[in-house]
């Protein structure tokens, strides 16, 4: 399946191209709308040479067990849905303190609680913000289409791997479910040094160790000080965005995953009406394309922020553009899904602003 | 002639535990098993939460410091990345029999193959002395300042008879090191956990009854009578699973 396109719901596409990217090791636990990931690990596993599948007991014992892959240096993911994902939340704190790579999926769905099972993007500020206890990131980047479940399930092991590091894929029930023609084929992976890995000391070396208690308030400082300055590098290079019509935009919406797909139709047909509108898609949310939306503030006259949530990525917009520029909101919650029209009657709202 | 020498997978690093403390103790015969086994190259420890945290400092071996009750799930991870190391981990009472209670049954009942070494000194040390699981009736701690009343707080959780009932534990023995006669015989069923692993044959836990002569505000030679006099009689020592020695029968 190199060069050829085959047509793939997301969440298979994003298992498939895991494994293609050398994760042999899955685990996971039951939740919708991400199940369909752990049930294709679940039958390709045991046929790939030293695959693992493993259904944990708990989310909670699924990301103990990346911890534990993750140390010994191997490309390891779990997948889960946004109340796993709190659930997980205690181990990304301890991925980021032992500066541990992981590929960590969230599917999202609308909450809080238990919330519901239909698309949402309400797990922003987790992803981006509060994903555990104490000073850390993770990088989170959210595809718009099932070509992007691939190539950034490539792009974020390549990321966590280069920086030690959580690389988070904020995906939602749309995007998981959809089905489109995708490419599998993404080139070479590139293999890092990995000294500090757990694989047995052999007799020949040091012990290696993995941890992430430092009782020396001053060294824990500079732990947090040293990761912060790798962060403050990732800010710098790798930040991703894609604009649809930016050239001459008055107004710009900002949007990503299913809700950048709903703008792009929106767009389209308030150009049809002579409103000169474009979009930033953040790829990246974290680290966030603020200079983007910085520059574009010095062309537009106000922004749209297209959100499944209650308006989450909205203050990172009003923050990149130093509240120089209104920053609407247009959002939908719980499950649902802002239409053509909702996007439209803002970008009308926005224009005369 | 050496007759004595401290075992090669410990470190020289100075132990952080009390005066009159089981851990160190325990700690050297993990080290001695390992050693007499031969596996220090291919061994991966998991430290856990609790006053052995900083056990990566004294086993001489791949260490990683796991989450407080986390660590047979991060030991489940170590291991099946490459089954050929040897994995175990250390925890104490509070981590695997209260906050870590699903990751020791379901590793358990997974059978999967490591080795679990469990100090049950019926109450939480690390963090100054409070009830725990294994706390016996009556006992006085931090948090059951009038005793432990089974009535409003529940029973101590017995983890080698609850385990035992599992298909897929291999090997559950409880042992003590509170006189020479005990120590080695924990030595034995020490050895016996890591050997089981090197053969394959699964999950294995090792629970040791041990002292906090601090936290239970005795001298260590007291604390070891009130061990004896106590502490044994509710966790009565011995073999409660033996998968492989029942096959042989």
Redesign the interface.
Known sequence: MSHEKVLMKGNEALAEAAIMAGCHHYFGYPITPQTEVAAYMSKRMPKIDGGVFLQAESEIAAINMVIGVASTGKRVMTSSSSPGISLKSEGLSYLAGCDLPALVVNVQRGGPGLGGIQPSQSDYFHATRGAGHGDFHMIVLAPDSVQEMVSLVFHGFDLAEKYRMTTMILSDGTMGQMMEPVSLDMGEIKQYDKPWALTGTKCERKPNIVNSLYLQPEELEKRNFERYEKYKLIEETEPMFEEYKMEDAEVCIAAFGVAARVSQNAIDEARKQGIKVGMIRPITLWPFPKKAFASAAEKVKSFVSVELSMGQMVEDIELSVRCKRPVLLCNRAGGMIPTTQNVLDKIIEASKL | MIVFEKPKAL?DAVLHYCPGCTHGIIHRLVAEAIDDLGI?????G??SVGCS??A?NY?????????HG?AP??????????PN?IVFTYQGDGDLAAIGT??T??SAARGENITVIFVNNAIYGMTGGQMAPTTLPGQVTQTSPYGRDVKTVGYPVKICEMLSQLDGAAYLERVAVNNVKNIKNAKKAIKKAFQNQVEGKGFSLIEVVSTCPTNWGLPPVKALEWLEENMIPYYPLGVYKDKYAEEVK
């Open positions: 470190t220090q190259g291919r061994t991966i998991v430290a945290v900083m990566y086993f001489d071996v791949d260490m990683v410091q796991a989450a986390r799930a991060v030991a489940t991870g170590v291991k099946r990345s490459d190391n699903a990751e049954v379901h």
